[in-house]
């Protein structure tokens, strides 16, 4: 057992070696899940549950869940009058190599059962609520009755804020990167021997300035920056005499709310930026300047790469922070998801339901952005082509450039 | 292994130092240093740590920027003002004590950088002229390792193999060695060796006394931020003139 898991060191891989090879998990697993599908077994029949049209389908499978159940029981106390040693392993009827093979077969039929009661309840559940609640003339009274008819009502609103606070949170945060780059290059600068004064003078004037504005945009709330930035455009524009639906056009709450969340996000990704950079050993930059390459070069071509790579986990917070922050711009009446649903909200006048399905497609959007970002992260994780360390100077393993690993 | 280097006396020597003088803060660490390296000459700078033998290295190709004093690079002030430390270093290779390869890329990348960057070389002439250099030094089948998977005395020959795609005329090491555990030590040693017998003008940093007795044309012993006593090797290391080298060398040379 113990040396089992030493070859399996990741918890993942003991997890999957569990569940496709082990012969505990056939009755521990399965039973555990098959007594999950007893209990959906024994909720109502939704409106549009396919299962409740045969009786006798439905009886079956119920009972080949609980006969499942049962075997799981006589195997355990089997297991338990031949606990000591390899007893059980040796000797019991459940262990013999036909014997294992079919309870793993049963154990994905087991599997097939469950799933099909989850799909008849829990999915068409779903289904039969919202189309009865899209149905309704009133609003429902119960809780997610009363969430599916206002969602299904209004949900152009919905989905047009959903869709603008990704739009705003991919773009600012995309757009910030870049920004922040540029600031932060700014921001490392240092008089070189080979500058002219002009040059000098540049750098130490970009740099102060990279230093203030992370300063003022950090120490400063985001919901004013956009209401400063919104009514900044507006006041600009209105002086050049356009109207205000002309205004809309060009400066609409949507564009300022962009402006904002790159803008600030700069600040905190160049902040991050400056960190991963910093922990890049100060050799790396020497070697570079020693071969004559400029502090433009060394830092392109070295340094960047190496401290954007330190600051990926930081940086896809990021993304993950414009996501729940765009929310306070709601502020300059940008349509995002916080304001549409206040929206509907106030049409309702019903807060609860709307606002935890805000809640939970935050929480969705938040997730899958980290996965996603994670798994983009680990892509620069891969360390070239791996040689065996050794003092050798034949190498141990030599793949082509490029294979992947 | 010596080499006549009297027939280059009357050359003009690749490096000049002349009144170089450097503090960080209060403490100083070069005081008044004179110094000249000719063309082909291999010098080697020993001391006790903290004596500012890196630091007169990196004067050299101005990684430090000298307080006071005058350094000429072939005949150019290096003191001057704005002069192009990037086409001066461009000539003058290093190698650190900690090796430095850039670790965002492989073996060849790492040799290929500069001069695809600063001489234009079209990237296949720069891998030619990389595999060449790498061959030189016994990693010509190490080209798409990353530097992290190369153990000490691997990284510290791609990083001799490294400076040499520049086609320097002065190699400066930085205890190129000290890093490394004694087993390896030789393999770094023989390439220095080999480069010292093609005639490269190398000034070297170093711990290893067989390699400043054996290979080097001469000897610098410096001690608190001046050069106590320089000579021949032989000369050097049976009968030092200064009580203070004798000090050294007695407790290097007793293990």
Redesign the interface.
């Known amino acids: 057992m113990s040396h089992e898991s030493a070859a399996h060191p990741t918890r993942r891989a003991s997890m999957t070696r569990f569940v496709t090879r082990d012969h505990r998990y056939v009755f521990l697993g399965t039973s555990a899940l098959a007594l999950c599908g007893l209990w959906l077994a024994n909720t109502p029949h939704p409106g549009m549950s396919f299962l409740a049209a045969s009786y006798v389908v439905e009886s079956i499978l119920y009972y080949l869940l609980l006969a499942w159940v049962a075997v799981s029981l006589v195997a355990l106390v089997n297991k338990l009058l031949r606990w000591r040693g390899d007893a059980y392993r040796a000797s019991s009827p459940f262990c013999r190599p036909r014997a294992l093979r079919a309870e793993r077969y049963a154990s994905y039929v087991i599997w097939l059962i469950v799933l099909l009661f989850a799909v008849d309840r829990v999915v068409m559940g779903g289904i039969s609520l919202v189309s009865w609640a899209a149905a309704q003339t009133t609003n429902p009274t119960d809780f997610f009755g009363s969430m599916a008819y206002m969602l299904c009502n209004m949900w152009p609103t919905f989905v047009q804020g959903v869709a603008n606070t990704v739009i705003i949170a991919l773009v600012g945060t995309v757009v910030a990167f870049f920004l922040a780059l540029a600031l932060v290059f700014l921001r490392l600068q240092l008089p070189?021997?080979?500058?002219?004064d002009f040059v000098r003078l540049l750098k130490i004037v970009g740099a102060g300035f990279a230093k203030v504005y992370s300063q003022v945009v950090r120490g400063t709330p985001m919901m004013i920056q956009g209401l400063i930035i919104y009514y900044a455009g507006t006041g600009v524009l209105a002086g050049r005499g356009l109207s205000a639906s002309q205004i809309l056009v060009v400066w609409s709450p949507f564009v300022a709310a962009l402006v904002t969340v790159s803008l600030n996000s700069t600040a905190y990704m160049m902040e991050v930026l400056r960190a991963g950079i910093g922990a890049v050993?100060a050799?790396?930059t020497?070697?570079?300047?020693?071969?004559?390459?400029?502090q433009w070069?060394a830092m392109r071509?070295?340094v960047f790469?190496?401290g954007i790579?330190n600051a990926i986990p930081a940086l896809s917070n990021e993304l993950v922070i414009n996501i729940k922050d765009s929310s306070v711009l709601m502020a300059i009446g940008v349509l995002e998801l916080t304001f549409a649903t206040r929206t509907i909200a106030g049409v309702y006048y019903k807060q609860m339901e709307v606002y935890v399905a805000a809640a939970v497609v935050y929480l969705i959007l938040t997730l899958a952005a980290s996965w996603l970002l994670g798994k983009f992260g680990r892509r620069f994780d891969v360390?070239?082509?791996?040689?065996?360390?050794?003092?050798s100077?034949?190498?141990a393993a030599?793949p082509?450039?490029g294979e992947a690993r | 292994m010596m080499r006549n280097t009297t027939a280059r006396q009357d050359a003009s020597p690749v490096v000049r130092v002349a009144g170089l003088r450097k503090s960080f803060g209060s403490h100083e660490v070069l005081r008044d240093i004179d110094f000249e390296v000719m063309p082909g000459e291999v010098v080697t700078v020993i001391g006790a740590s903290g004596s500012g033998k890196s630091t007169l290295l990196r004067c050299i190709?101005?990684?430090e920027?000298p307080d006071a004093g005058h350094i000429w690079f072939h005949g150019q002030d290096l003191a001057a003002e704005?002069?192009?430390?990037?086409?001066?270093?461009?000539?003058?290779?290093?190698c650190?004590q900690?090796f430095?390869?850039?670790?965002?890329m492989?073996v060849l990348g790492n040799c290929t950088?500069?001069p695809v960057?600063?001489r234009k070389a079209s990237k296949a002439e720069a891998e030619r002229m990389a595999l060449e250099h790498l061959g030189e030094v016994?990693?010509a089948?190490?080209v798409?390792?990353?530097p992290?998977?190369?153990?000490g005395?691997?990284k510290q020959r791609v990083?001799i193999a490294?400076?040499l795609c520049?086609n320097p005329d002065l190699m400066l090491f930085d205890e190129p060695t000290s890093a490394l555990d004694p087993?390896?030590v030789g393999?770094v040693l023989e390439v220095m060796r080999r480069l010292a017998a093609d005639g490269m003008t190398m000034v070297v940093v170093t711990h290893e006394m067989s390699f400043a007795k054996n290979v080097s044309d001469r000897v610098v012993f410096m001690d608190q931020g001046v050069i106590v006593e320089e000579g021949a090797p032989q000369k050097m290391f049976s009968s030092p003139t200064q009580p203070r080298t004798r000090e050294f060398l007695a407790r290097y040379l007793k293990d």
């Open positions: 070189d021997r080979s500058d002219n050993d050799g790396q020497e070697a570079a300047r020693s071969l004559g390459l400029s070069q071509r070295v790469p190496q790579k360390q070239g082509n791996q040689v065996v360390l050794g003092t100077d034949t190498p030599m082509a450039k | 190709n101005l990684l920027t704005h002069v192009d430390v990037n086409r001066l270093r461009e000539n003058i290779g290093m650190f900690a430095n390869l850039f670790n965002n492989d950088l500069a960057t600063l016994g990693l089948d190490f798409h390792a990353m992290s998977t190369l153990s005395g691997q990083a490294r400076a520049m087993e390896i393999e």
